[in-house]
C-alpha cells in the first residue's frame, strides 16, 4: 500500500531550468568579474560584482510577495527567465562592442537588473515544489533539487575558472547565454495544477484532524486569509502576510531564525575567509582553497542523495533530523577551527557537507508544511528577503570580526552560534510535536 508515488512531469522540468539557470549565473559571474578586475585592475571594483547582485535581490525579495500572489507561479517563473535571458543578451553585446571602453556604471545597472528578476525565482521554485509533488514525497523532493543546486555549484566555480582561463571571459558569457535560452525553454513546458491534484500543503495535511473538530481546516488553527491585491490597503496587506506568519506562528518564527544563524554563520565559508583559513592556520598554499570548496560540495551532493535515500525513515521525523544535522555540524565546525592539519580539515568538511544537508533539506520541508499552498509564496518571500539582508550584514561582520580577533576565532564564533540555533531547537520542540503527530497520521 505504500507504492511509491511519481512526481510530476513540471517538477523535473523545475529542476532542469533551475540547474541550467544556476548553471549560468555562476559563469556568467566569473566571466562579469574577471572583465571587470582586467579593465580596472581593481579587486574592489571586482567586489561590486557579488554586492548589486546580493543588494538587487534584497529590494526585489521586498515586492516579490506581490507578485507571486498576482501571477501563477510558473507563468512569473518564464517571465523572469525571459527578463534575465534579454537582459544578459543586452550586456553580453554590449562587453563585445565595446571591450575595454565598456561603462562600469552601465555594466552595474545590467545586473543589478537581471538580479532584481532572480531574486523571484527562489521563493517561486521553493512555492512550486510542494504544489507539484505528493506529502509524502516532498521530503525526496527537496532532496533532489538540494542535489541538483550542489552538483551546479561544485562543478560550476570548478568549470568556470577553467573556461575564463581557456576561452576567455567573452565566449564564456556567450556560453551562459546560451544556458539561459535552453533554461527559458524547460521553463516554458513547466505546468502548475489547476487544483490541489496532490496533498502537498499543511493545509491537506491537517484537515482530517481539524475536520473532527468541526472547525476550518488552517495550520497551527491559524489562519491568515489571503486577499487579492486590489487596494493599496490590499498591497500592504500582502507585502506584509509572509512577515506576520513570521512573528505570529512560533515553528515559523524557530525555523527563520535558524535559517537566519545558518545564513549568519555560513558566511564563514565564503572564498576570502576560507583563503585566509588556508594560509594562516593550515599553512597551504591556494590550491586547498580549492581542495576544501571542493570536498564541501562534494560532502552537500552527499547528504543530498542520504536524504533521498532515507525518505521513508525520515518522513515525520523532520524536526529531529534537522535537530541532528545542527548538533553534529556545530560540533564538527568547532573542530575545525581548531585543526592544523590539512588533511584532517578536509576530511572535516567532508563530513560537514551530508549533515548541513540534512538540516537545510528537512528544515525547508517542514517550512513549507507549515502554512497552506496560498500563504507559503508570502512566507518564501519574507523569507528570502531575510536571508539576503542577513548575508550582506553578515559578510561585514564576519570580515571585522576576522581582522580583529583572526580567523580561528571567527570559526570558533560560527560553530557556536550553530550551537545556539540547535538549543533554540531544542526549546521551542513543543512547538513541532503536534505537527509531527499529525504527519505520521496523513
Not at 599553512?283 to 571542493?294: D, K, L, Y
Not at 570536498?295 to 529531529?320: M, Q
Request: aromatic share 10%.
Amino acid at each position: 500500500m505504500n507504492k511509491p508515488i511519481r512526481l510530476h512531469p513540471s517538477f523535473y522540468y523545475l529542476i532542469g531550468t533551475q540547474t541550467l539557470s544556476n548553471a549560468a549565473d555562476i559563469i556568467y559571474i566569473m566571466g562579469i568579474v574577471s572583465l571587470v578586475m582586467a579593465g580596472t585592475d581593481s579587486i574592489l571594483a571586482g567586489v561590486f560584482v557579488p554586492f548589486f547582485r546580493s543588494s538587487s535581490q534584497l529590494l526585489s525579495g521586498l515586492v516579490a510577495s506581490l507578485m507571486l500572489v498576482r501571477f501563477r507561479l510558473a507563468r512569473l517563473l518564464l517571465f523572469c527567465q525571459f527578463g534575465q535571458f534579454v537582459i544578459f543578451a543586452v550586456l553580453a553585446l554590449y562587453l563585445w562592442v565595446s571591450r575595454e571602453q565598456a561603462s562600469l556604471p552601465l555594466i552595474f545597472t545590467l545586473i543589478f537588473a537581471m538580479s532584481f528578476l532572480d531574486g523571484w525565482t527562489t521563493p517561486a521554485r521553493n512555492s512550486l515544489v510542494p504544489r507539484l509533488v505528493h506529502r509524502d514525497e516532498l521530503l525526496r523532493a527537496n532532496g533532489m533539487v538540494s542535489v541538483s543546486d550542489q552538483i551546479i555549484r561544485c562543478a560550476g566555480w570548478a568549470m568556470g575558472g577553467i573556461l575564463v582561463a581557456w576561452i576567455g571571459a567573452l565566449p564564456t558569457l556567450m556560453l551562459a547565454g546560451i544556458f539561459y535560452a535552453v533554461a527559458m525553454v524547460f521553463t516554458a513546458f513547466i505546468r502548475e495544477p489547476q487544483t490541489a491534484e496532490v496533498e502537498n500543503s499543511a493545509n491537506a495535511v491537517d484537515a482530517p484532524v481539524i475536520a473532527q473538530r468541526g472547525e476550518a481546516a488552517a495550520p497551527d488553527d491559524e489562519q491568515i486569509a489571503p486577499a487579492p491585491a486590489s487596494s493599496e490597503r490590499e498591497y500592504i496587506k500582502t507585502l506584509t502576510e509572509g512577515w506576520q506568519l513570521i512573528w505570529r506562528k512560533p515553528k515559523i518564527r524557530t525555523l527563520i531564525f535558524m535559517d537566519m544563524v545558518d545564513m549568519l554563520g555560513g558566511s564563514v565559508w565564503v572564498g576570502a575567509f576560507i583563503l585566509a583559513f588556508v594560509v594562516q592556520v593550515l599553512h597551504q598554499g591556494e590550491e586547498w582553497w580549492g581542495f576544501i570548496n571542493t570536498a564541501y560540495f562534494a560532502g552537500a551532493i552527499g547528504g543530498g542523495l542520504l536524504v533521498v535515500g532515507l525518505v521513508r525513515w525520515l518522513n515525520g521525523r523532520e524536526f529531529r533530523a534537522m535537530l541532528l544535522g545542527i548538533g553534529i555540524y556545530s560540533i564538527l565546525t568547532l573542530v575545525f577551527a581548531v585543526t592544523t592539519n590539512p588533511y584532517i580539515s578536509l576530511l572535516l568538511v567532508v563530513a560537514m557537507g551530508p549533515v548541513a544537508e540534512l538540516a537545510a533539506v528537512n528544515r525547508r520541508t517542514l517550512l513549507q508544511l507549515s502554512v497552506t499552498r496560498e500563504q507559503l509564496p508570502k512566507l518564501l518571500s519574507a523569507q528570502d528577503a531575510t536571508l539576503n539582508f542577513t548575508f550582506c550584514i553578515s559578510l561585514l561582520i564576519m570580515g571585522w570580526i576576522a581582522e580583529q580577533f583572526g580567523i580561528v576565532n571567527l570559526y570558533l564564533l560560527a560553530g557556536i552560534m550553530s550551537v545556539c540555533a540547535l538549543v533554540v531547537g531544542l526549546l521551542s520542540r513543543s512547538a513541532f510535536r503536534q505537527k509531527e503527530t499529525i504527519s505520521h497520521h496523513g
